[in-house]
């Protein structure tokens, strides 16, 4: 698509339930990056790839979180036992690799809110 | 750790002043620049771009930019404001020693009253 594509909008669940979201790229785009964006202004990188391969994880909280991009599939972020100071809007963004994965287009979030 | 900062947090403005938002980085080395404008209830947009050559960029929407390498900064500028640039501002940076990912600055609340 011509878009950036997040799925779901808005997403509740109650502490220690698991949360899933999903983006689906721009087609031919082969960089894919999750942000979180904590009170509406605090945005930080999560994790990014390329294809289907990890490329850079170093924002990632390894103990809850964990994402992929398999091949023919939207890209997705997994959240298991959720906290509420996981309520966030996660973005995804894409990018094309003639640009290194520099120029980022944005998908419209997901908005998580644990109870 | 590299940072970047967006010193106005909530800037109110009449239709038709000039507009100059400001953002500096905390990096001496080679960065590739951003502007994002978020309306609202809508996604971030790409406003315009740095990567090389020319220092003053010019984007969508009549918005300009300059980057000043001596000072850390580039500023985002438009002439004259109109009530359809009230939005969130998202200045962003990739530093080429953090491989691809952008850091964002906090980001500025920009109300053009008609």
């Known amino acids: 698509g011509e878009e950036v594509a997040q799925t779901p909008k808005h997403l509740v669940r109650g502490e220690g339930q698991k949360a899933k979201l999903y983006c689906a790229p721009i087609k031919g785009h082969s960089y894919v990056f999750w942000y979180q964006q904590v009170l509406k202004n605090e945005f930080k990188f999560l994790i990014s790839f390329q294809n289907e391969n990890v490329f850079d994880e170093t924002g990632m909280p390894k103990e809850r979180f964990s994402a992929k991009c398999l091949p023919n599939s939207p890209c997705s972020l997994e959240i298991q036992a959720t906290k509420l100071e996981d309520s966030a809007v996660y973005f995804c963004?894409?990018?094309?690799?003639?640009?290194?994965?520099?120029?980022?287009?944005f998908g419209p979030g997901t908005r998580l809110t644990v109870l | 750790a590299q940072s970047v900062s967006q010193h106005n947090h909530h800037v109110i403005l009449s239709e038709a002043a000039s507009l100059e938002l400001g953002c500096n980085y905390s990096?001496?080395?080679?960065?590739?620049l951003f502007w994002y404008v978020q309306y609202p209830g809508q996604h971030l947009q790409l406003l315009l771009k740095y990567f090389s050559g020319d220092p003053l960029v010019k984007g969508i929407k009549g918005f300009e930019a300059e980057f000043i390498k001596s000072k850390f900064s580039f500023n985002l500028r438009k002439p004259s404001v109109q009530w359809s640039d009230t939005a969130e501002y998202f200045c962003?940076?990739?530093?080429?020693?953090?491989?691809?990912?952008?850091?964002f600055g906090g980001g500025t609340r920009l109300m053009v009253k008609p």
């Open positions: 963004a894409s990018s094309p690799i003639l640009t290194g994965g520099n120029e980022q287009f």
């Open positions: 962003a940076v990739n530093f080429y020693n953090a491989g691809n990912m952008l850091t």
């Open positions: 990096y001496g080395g080679t960065v590739n």
